[in-house]
């Protein structure tokens, strides 16, 4: 075998070797890239559940003021009503008063 071609080999060889690291180099590049986007998309992927989270967490307590505050209008209402309802009442009494105390009136009036 002639030097000359024993260089051409040796040259073909590191050609070779060179390439092959180069693709070794890019695989590994590609891998990295992929990785890092992964875990791009699941932080992201986190990030959106949280916030979906503190937004049904907002709800639920807006909907406890609410209905904290409906039950409350309703014991206000509910007690205004049976206020109604004694003040009606009282009032059916005193009336009733009245007229007992007119009728005493009239009949002490007959007999007199």
């Known amino acids: 075998m002639s030097i000359k071609s024993k260089e051409g080999q040796k040259k073909k060889k590191k050609k070779k070797k060179k390439k092959k690291k180069k693709?070794?180099?890019k695989k590994k590049k590609k891998k990295k890239k992929k990785k890092k986007k992964k875990k791009k998309k699941k932080k992201k992927k986190k990030e959106k559940e949280k916030e979906e989270e503190e937004?049904?967490?907002e709800e639920t307590?807006?909907?406890t003021k609410k209905e904290k505050k409906d039950k409350k209008e309703m014991k206000e209402m509910k007690e205004k009503k049976e206020k109604k309802e004694d003040d009606?009442?009282?009032q059916d009494e005193?009336?009733?008063e009245?007229?007992?105390i007119g009728k005493r009136r009239r009949?002490?009036?007959e007999k007199g």
Do not use: L, N
């Open 94 to 96: 005193q009336e009733d």
């Open 61 to 63: 307590e807006e909907e």
């Open 107 to 109: 009949e002490g009036g």
């Open 55 to 57: 937004e049904e967490e």
């Open 23 to 25: 693709k070794k180099k």
């Open 98 to 100: 009245q007229e007992e």
């Open 88 to 90: 009606d009442d009282e």
